[in-house]
């Protein structure tokens, strides 16, 4: 069986990361996973939220946003509408639960970083591509925070690494990153985050259609592990490079 | 190892579901586990959501909320603080989605039912209880519309059942149905929901401390079908009786 | 003349006042005026607010709200609306001046205590049961209080004792303690609040239909009295059980 | 005894009641009760809110608001802050059931008459100025109404005459009409709307310090239809006048 | 070419400025373009806002707002709507920097003063009014200032005055002061401020229709200038008057 | 002299034009001054808003944001404050007013064209950029409209050209072009809208320290001038090029 756009149904679209990708940001990526562009900034600032303070640990935070018309047809601007949508929340709070899965807060110090993570083009994949391309900015505001002395020698605040991807059931086929139109399709839709050492994060599965089985549930978590050990390896290529 | 309340590793809460706690509501339902407390009810109206009209299907969503002292310490209210928090869109787009998976929309025909989920008294699993003793009141509120002519003669909106169970591992071990103090401390924290057949509607995992393994999933999946097998029998014995 | 539910015009619904309705709050109440529930709880903090602070004196405040589904027909969440009523915000703020009306705000000490009324099902009188509702559940909380010395020794903030009930007019006949029915219909309806000794808090009467004479006001004040003098004894012997 | 401005107990403050003072509503009154100056517009509109279509009937509501600086602290404007406040809701409400009491909704016909009330500066009794402002301004907007034939010929939508005035004890004795000083300082407040021929249609009476007994409450009534028999006058005399 | 209400095209609607309309604010005036009323205060308070503290420097600002009926067609109170619209954002901001031109803010020291107009009744040129009258209303604040000591001796924290007027070219002929009817149907639309040296603070100009010349920006220019050197004229002859 | 970044005084920064950015949006452009870079949407959609139903005449309008991490410090969203500030406001309204200069509704027929504006970098000028990308935006989106027959034949919806510049006065010296650095130290600054015949749809200057004087105003409209003139060339060379 082919898929849309011609993909196995192990296949990952073409992923590249951009780093460097503004010039304020103390980390910034643009990522793409085939036609789903994401922008993530990292944004370091001195101190904590109020309920942190004194603690001697960091905090980690994200916001997820889509462009009005990242999508096939324009939405409405939450600022406009003056509150923030269900599934917005549900996202940024995923991103951010996510990254902190790899920090160590004392190391960080009474630091924060909020990851900003907005979407230019939209096509399916926007949360796993969110997440993967986060880590990267992260890693490079952690870099700047060594250089400036916020992060005291000889501490490393990142634990680990982590990446995401989508999963989903299609006519009954399991298949690795769906686009937008595969989306819309499945049967059961999962978004799993997975560290560098092939554990889970987050496990995310939703039977949209049909409940799903067992193993169903477990031929898209092998899947899944697979997609995130290829992501794994473009974060470690793309930080590997001079900036 | 016994744990906070006695309870072995697999063993719910004591699960009781009253139904009829409203004279208002096409279905009601005051669910407990254990010190969680969670009042459900279904409110039945005709019509449908303005972008559904003509499509001859219904529909079915659900709103969650917590009473400000239903915790341990006050919370704000959210109609004060003048919007809806994360968790709680979060949450009540879950009990949705896990209701619509057991609904036939044709059957049910251009009817929305609304699910309330208030949580009196929160010990731990609130979303799991809300899900469980909603999916009760809805039972109720189609029976009533049945009576009503609402839905049409020889139609069963109800394609299967569905309930909910948390399980989390603390200290090492898997457990299930956690109550406030062990979610706390819980390493891994997962939510799944299940129809009565054993299959998955969804499954939300989450590293709370440490990354999860595949084995450590597997047994929180297991004790999770157990624990839904348990209280799809409540359901059972609870929709028997007569209200 | 007997009235929908078969009472004299002079009579009260079934009172019921269930003290220690949650495991959580300082003071709990779960209240009943017949089909009426309301659900109170104090919750004790030390410190007030900042425009207090340094004064030595504590403070009183109520926030009431209807369940979605409390009433006949499900009404919007004011917290998805993203904004409190008219209505709501009236009642809050006059549950809350009745407390205040029987509390030595400098033998509470600098705590405050927040009272929150929700009703779980309403058949007319929400207001003046979450009123007399609260006062037991304000009371459980200053006994607390005093327990824990947050209050000092041989101080006693509770000044006197509270309690409301609605009178009306209907069909020309005045009435005590309004049930849904009767209110629509109601001429001329008035809340009152009384101290136990018998003198009025608040006096609230609004002329629905008619405007209301002089002698029409002072048969309305003489039920009023009548059945706050009965509300204040239940109020005495619910406190008077052991919790 | 000699109040803070040299009156009587029984003694308004001097009223004036300016019509025609904008040139674009359809009734509009610059009242003041001494130096609480009220502006008060009535706009009519064809048609009603949707819930009132094909009725037949006509609606009167009212908002009421404070300039900023209408105090002798600036206030922060509503609009800048998000929302309205209880207390604005509140008096709105009170203002607007004060008209409808004097309307036959039929004679009104299905047009809408929205009475608003903004204090220019404020001291003590802005609501009850309001109300006894609106009322004018409101019969000018009628009159025009039926100018235009919205209103159909031999009809009469005002039933009568509508005026308020505040009341309250201070330092043990009742005194009419408040101004700010007295308002902080007196023990009890109450606010009485009466029709011209001495009827009620709203009485709101609250102890700020001690509960008060009957008796008091009966001297404060007799003061307030006093009051408002003088304010009737007022009106009835500012509406004789040409405009 | 007369207009019409028969002015020339250099000729300002007549001008009146009355000083201390308000009993509680430091600065008041009620000021009319022609049949365009604003109503404006200044607020004294001391300290600044939190970005300024410890810099030795006061502020100013304002908020522009219109009353409801203060247009041929009611509006809906943006405290109701629960947001500023744009306009009114705009023409805030507009005020504040035009008053904030003339301010030397070492000599006003750690003092804030809030400008607060409220357009009672438009007829066109709202903000150009108020910025003149909120000049006066500046003056009169600052005055109070230095009796109070706020100010410090032989300082003088304004440099300047300033006043605004709006030009526009009707039917190809530019206008001076452009009343409701001459400004919607204005090919070319500006508002100028300027200082009482013939300086300019602000010039926006905005083409309606057709983009306009570099001819008849500057004849629009120099009307502009006219109006504002007759309007300084009236600014100084108010002030000159005994309070 | 020379500048910040060695221009000299009438220089532009360097300007790129990427139109087909989005796979989505019927016209999209990222449009480059300098460091200044802004992503521009063009969205159609048939219908009109409902106050210009029936009308005949299509609508243009604008909305402009930045992203939170665009600037040197991270700035909140206005989503998660749940209101647009007045900022925000201003300049979209200013760049839906320039587009809508250039465009011939009656031609444009019922269509409306939502110009999207998301700063993804800022270094000064960003709503000139704006208004100069979103022109070529429009013009693709236009052309896609006549492709698709949505715009009838021999029509033509576009009347003219338009580009914006900012200006400024810095230690002196008028300048083109302002990037962030000159813009802070800015005496006055103006932002200019020019249609491609060299004239004026907006002029808006605002003296930032000093009142400026008409000598001034002139050289910085020269400047301007001569500025779109260069972003006049770049606009057309972009659209000449195939997409």
Redesign the interface.
């Known amino acids: 069986m082919s898929r849309i756009d011609g993909r196995t149904p192990d296949q990952l679209r073409p992923v590249t990361i951009q780093r460097g990708w ?4 103390e980390g ?1 990526v643009l990522i793409s996973f085939g ?1 789903t562009k994401v ?1 993530c ?1 990292a ?1 370091v ?1 001195e101190g904590v939220p109020r309920w942190r303070k004194g603690s001697g640990e960091g905090w980690v935070t994200a ?1 997820y ?1 889509m ?8 939405g409405d ?4 509408r ?9 996202i ?2 995923l991103i951010g ?1 996510s990254l902190r ?1 790899v920090i160590d807060f004392k190391a960080l110090g009474e630091n924060t970083i ?1 990851l ?1 993570c ?1 979407v ?4 399916g994949g926007t949360r796993t591509a969110a997440i993967t391309g986060a880590y990267v900015a992260l890693a490079d505001a952690i870099t700047w925070a060594q250089g400036k002395k916020l992060v005291k020698h000889g501490r490393q605040p990142l634990t ?1 690494t982590v990446s995401a991807v989508s999963v989903g059931i299609v006519d009954g086929v399991p298949l690795l990153d769906l686009c937008y139109e595969e989306d819309v399709r499945a049967e059961t839709d ?1 978004n799993v985050v ?2 560098g ?11 949209e259609a ?5 193993d169903e ?1 477990n031929a898209l ?1 092998d899947l899944a592990v697979t997609g995130c050990t290829t992501l794994d390896a473009a974060q470690r290529e793309a930080l590997a490079a001079t900036l």
């Open positions: 503004s010039k304020h940001a910034s036609d922008f900034t944004s600032t916001e946003s462009l009005p018309r990242s999508t096939n047809t324009r601007r939450e600022a406009v003056g509150k923030i949508g269900g599934r917005t929340h549900e940024s709070r639960r899965a909020v900003d907005d230019l083009q939209a096509d680990g999962m997975c560290t050492d092939g554990r889970f994060v987050e496990v995310q599965g939703t039977a049909e409940p799903f089985a067992r549930l978590l």
